[in-house]
T-cell receptor
């Protein structure tokens, strides 16, 4: 089954404790992206990747890192999480970049609470 | 940069009534436009997407959207609401130029009243 898998689904942690949210897709997609969803703000793009070793900032990249060492994986790293990063996070992928008009496939989300 | 505006963060309709969810984009250059739906505790799913082939786009679950360049709009409609349509709906636009970004609207929560 074609899917985007995120782990963990839920995480409660404390300020400053490094964490990684994993994202994996099994569709051989080139484009992957991370979003955060906050009430009243919709989805905002954090980082995206056009292919292996090619990443770029979205609209809200501060406090986040990503890497794309393999095509299927695109982890999101919070090196020193802060409470304002408490949010619902989504990973998404598509066969090509958005300008190809290809839709994105989304994971089920990761709810992060940072105390 | 392209932006999208979704008018009405909450919309309530009666079961069987017309659903109209509004989306306006910011540029006169026709972008790539999408509508996604998010059911509770799930990720987003594609409802439909605009391609230049047709201004009226049909999607899943009986939804459709009409691209109107003169109004820079891409409103989502469904003739008759069903209880299962209760969800949050997002309009999204692809940035033009050298960017590969996607910008989402703030979302509209649709409530269907029995």
């Amino acid at each position: 089954e074609a899917q985007v898998t995120q782990n963990p689904r839920y995480l409660i942690t404390v300020t400053g404790k490094k964490l990684t949210v994993t994202c994996s897709q099994n569709m051989n997609h080139e484009y992957m992206s991370w979003y955060r969803q906050d009430p009243g703000l919709g989805l905002r793009q954090i980082y995206y990747s056009m292919n292996v070793e090619v990443t770029d900032k979205g609209d809200v990249p501060e406090g986040y890192k990503v890497s794309r060492k393999e095509k299927r994986n695109f982890p999101l790293i919070l090196e020193s999480p802060s409470p304002n990063q408490t949010s619902l996070y989504f990973c998404a992928s598509s066969s090509q970049g958005p300008r190809s008009n290809q839709p994105q496939h989304f994971g089920d989300g990761t709810r992060l609470s940072i105390l | 940069a392209q932006s999208v505006t979704q008018l009405g963060s909450h919309v309530s309709v009666s079961e069987g009534a017309l659903v109209l969810l509004r989306c306006n984009y910011s540029s006169s250059v026709p972008p790539y436009l999408f509508w996604y739906v998010q059911y509770p505790n799930q990720g987003l799913q594609l409802l439909l997407k605009y391609t230049s082939a047709a201004t009226l786009v049909k999607g899943i679950n009986g939804f459709e959207a009409e691209f109107k360049k003169s109004e820079t709009s891409f409103h989502l409609t469904k003739p008759s609401a069903h209880m299962s349509d209760a969800a949050e709906y997002f309009c999204a636009v692809t940035q033009t130029g050298g960017y590969q970004k996607v910008t989402f609207g703030i979302g509209t929560k649709l409530q269907v009243i029995p």
